[in-house]
């Protein structure tokens, strides 16, 4: 990108084609619903009559479908609109097969889902949503206790952090909240690692600060700010708070679709909730669902950044480094740093960058002042 302006559109071009893909997958869900889908699945029952065999077979010819209807739109977004604004110049070639291979890893992740919904659908169809529910939070909890215990020692290689002041200011950064950090590791990995990250690990109550080795070209300033982020978060509990406030939107979701799944499948001209053919209906009540939830998430997820953001400050001194490392790690999120507030509402889980660096200026200013 060549100005702030060319930047500027293409932030506010993602934005934009974010809500058209909303728009075109509802508008594909429809079509579905009210010509295709019957069809769809008694060709797959003259295959088989195997629930699961059908459903398998019938989501894999769906997400086809989809992926034809929407390839338009992902053509654009990916590869136009990137080599437009200079954000990429990765061949054509490269592209496709880099899409291909990621809408594969989420149909296998979408059939998984669907696969589980379909199972409590038919195991009981008045209360299923709840069954539906009670499997998606222990999943989510299992998964946030899992991952950093089980499952990150597998794809990283762990080091003892070499640099002794790094490690000695971020032990007694951690002390500052009551955090009782045993040792500092670097990690490495076979891939590549896109995102900066730091991460609290633990076994009991035995804790440890992993840096990526991401961080390498980051100040050990920098490195503080982020470092402090996380701290902040485990020492508040913020990421307890936010699984149970998903919790309690997800289960508002939930309820939403199994109070309103029957009465619509019959317009539509289907009479069971368990039949295949009217996914497409249950998938727009969820799709509508999530549109409606994902933005009362968001503004929890703001107000707590908010409040990690001024205990960064706090904790750490230094508005300049937070400052750079916003600005860092902003160049590849392709987000707008001052978005129409709309935006920032429906899609921003972080308050705007323009407003988290105009918050650390006043904190300087403030601090110079007294």
Same mark, same amino acid.
């Given at each position: 990108?060549?100005?702030?302006?060319?930047?500027?559109?293409?932030?506010?071009?993602?934005?934009?084609?974010?809500?058209? %893909?909303?728009?075109?997958?509802?508008?594909?869900?429809?079509? =579905?619903?009210? !010509?295709?889908? $019957?069809?769809?699945?008694?060709?797959?029952?003259?295959?088989?009559?195997? !629930?699961?065999?059908?459903?398998?077979?019938?989501?894999? $010819?769906?997400?086809?479908?989809?992926?034809?209807?929407?390839?338009?739109?992902?053509?654009?977004?990916?590869?136009?609109?990137?080599?437009?604004?200079?954000?990429?110049?990765?061949?054509?070639?490269? +592209?496709?097969?880099?899409? /291909?291979?990621?809408?594969?890893?989420?149909?296998?992740?979408? #059939?998984?889902?669907?696969?589980?919904?379909?199972?409590?659908?038919?195991?009981?169809?008045?209360? +299923?949503?709840?069954?539906?529910?009670?499997? +998606? &939070?222990?999943? *989510?909890?299992?998964?946030?206790?899992?991952?950093? =215990?089980?499952?990150?020692?597998?794809?990283?290689?762990?080091?003892?952090?070499?640099? @002794?002041?790094?490690?000695?200011?971020?032990? !007694?950064?951690?002390?500052?909240?009551?955090?009782? &950090?045993?040792?500092?590791?670097?990690?490495?990995?076979?891939?590549?690692?896109?995102?900066?990250?730091?991460?609290?690990? +633990?076994?009991?109550?035995?804790?440890?600060?992993?840096? *990526?080795?991401?961080? *390498?070209?980051?100040?050990?300033?920098?490195?503080?700010?982020?470092?402090?982020?996380?701290?902040? %978060?485990?020492?508040?509990?913020?990421?307890?708070?936010?699984?149970?406030?998903? @919790?309690?939107?997800?289960?508002?979701?939930?309820?939403?679709?199994?109070?309103?799944?029957?009465?619509?499948?019959?317009?539509?001209?289907?009479?069971?909730?368990?039949?295949?053919?009217?996914?497409?209906?249950?998938?727009?009540?969820?799709?509508?669902?999530?549109?409606?939830?994902?933005?009362?998430?968001?503004?929890?997820?703001?107000?707590?950044?908010?409040?990690?953001?001024?205990?960064? #400050?706090?904790?750490?001194?230094?508005?300049?480094?937070?400052?750079? /490392?916003?600005?860092?790690?902003?160049?590849?999120?392709?987000?707008?740093?001052?978005?129409?507030?709309?935006?920032?509402?429906?899609?921003?889980?972080?308050?705007?960058? *323009?407003?988290?660096?105009?918050?650390?200026?006043?904190?300087?200013?403030?601090?110079?002042?007294?």
């Amino acid at each position: 990108m060549y100005n702030e302006e060319e930047q500027k559109q293409y932030y506010r071009l993602k934005n934009w084609l974010i809500l058209i %893909h909303l728009g075109l997958t509802l508008v594909f869900l429809f079509i =579905m619903a009210y !010509s295709f889908s $019957l069809p769809l699945k008694e060709a797959v029952n003259v295959i088989t009559r195997n !629930s699961v065999i059908v459903i398998t077979i019938y989501i894999f $010819l769906f997400y086809i479908l989809y992926f034809i209807f929407t390839f338009g739109l992902k053509f654009y977004e990916g590869f136009v609109a990137e080599r437009k604004f200079q954000s990429s110049v990765e061949p054509f070639g490269k +592209w496709i097969k880099g899409l /291909v291979k990621k809408e594969g890893i989420i149909y296998c992740e979408f #059939l998984v889902i669907v696969q589980m919904a379909y199972f409590f659908l038919e195991t009981d169809q008045k209360f +299923w949503w709840l069954w539906a529910w009670l499997a +998606w &939070v222990i999943l *989510s909890n299992l998964f946030t206790k899992i991952y950093p =215990m089980f499952i990150q020692p597998l794809l990283y290689r762990y080091s003892r952090l070499d640099d @002794s002041d790094l490690k000695q200011k971020l032990i !007694s950064l951690a002390a500052k909240v009551d955090i009782k &950090v045993k040792d500092i590791y670097k990690i490495s990995s076979d891939w590549e690692i896109k995102k900066k990250n730091v991460a609290l690990s +633990w076994t009991g109550s035995e804790r440890k600060i992993i840096l *990526s080795d991401t961080l *390498s070209d980051y100040a050990k300033e920098e490195i503080e700010v982020i470092t402090a982020r996380e701290l902040i %978060h485990i020492r508040y509990r913020h990421l307890w708070q936010l699984l149970a406030i998903e @919790s309690a939107m997800a289960l508002g979701s939930f309820c939403f679709v199994g109070v309103l799944i029957e009465p619509l499948i019959k317009i539509f001209g289907f009479k069971l909730i368990f039949d295949i053919a009217a996914f497409p209906v249950l998938a727009a009540l969820f799709l509508i669902a999530i549109m409606i939830v994902v933005p009362i998430q968001n503004y929890f997820s703001r107000r707590l950044q908010r409040q990690t953001d001024a205990s960064v #400050l706090k904790l750490t001194g230094s508005a300049e480094a937070f400052i750079s /490392v916003l600005m860092r790690q902003n160049l590849g999120q392709a987000k707008d740093p001052n978005p129409r507030r709309f935006i920032e509402i429906l899609l921003y889980n972080y308050p705007a960058l *323009s407003r988290r660096i105009l918050m650390a200026q006043d904190y300087a200013h403030n601090l110079g002042f007294k």
